[in-house]
């Protein structure tokens, strides 16, 4: 893939999130507040892609980030629901159904670049930061529900990021733990079972 065609794709995803969210619209309806969410993430998500590909001089997006990017623009259309979930009600299977392929396909592109031998710097954190903000909009969609205290959870990334400016050390590179990817596996599990409404408050709790 040249690397033209490489810095289009984060463009054509954008694309494709906008399609999902105009398909909603057709359907259900979204309220502005959804659309200016949505197209935010999409637009400030795909720009700091592009500019992450320049910076390493990518002459390949590879498969392993074409899947994150993938759930990456999913990511950008559960936004637009949650939002829009603020001031009208969405359909919550259709919240569930995205956000399920969304955290299965975070097993798979960490597998097809360790398989490809393909794996990265930029695609750990491009992969790490997809997941930290689905689990940042799944809290603050069962905040409502469960109380704030939820938010911690979507949160802890965005906290260590800053308490980051303030200690420069906790700015190096961590070391691999394999943990670390079961854990945002539990909380994204955690947190669908309690959007879903199929279980108890206490439970969800």
Known sequence: ?????????????????????????AVDGLPPIGWIAALAYLTASNALLLGALRRARASRLGWANAVTAMRSTLVGVITGLVAASFVAPIPVPLLICLVVPALVLDAVDGWIARGTGTTTELGARFDMEVDAFL?????????????A???????????FVAAGWMLPWLRGRLPYRYWRKVVTAAQGIALTLAASGLIPEVAGA
């Not at 911690?152 to 965005?158: D, E, F, K, P, T």
Request: net charge neutral; proline share 4%.
């Open 135 to 147: 689990l940042l909009v799944l809290s603050a969609y069962v905040a409502p529900i469960l109380g």
């Open 1 to 25: 893939m040249a690397t033209n065609e490489v810095h289009l794709a984060p463009i054509g995803l954008a694309g494709l999130g906008g399609a999902g969210l105009a398909m909603i619209w």
């Open 149 to 159: 205290w939820v938010l911690a959870i979507g949160l802890m990334r965005y906290a």
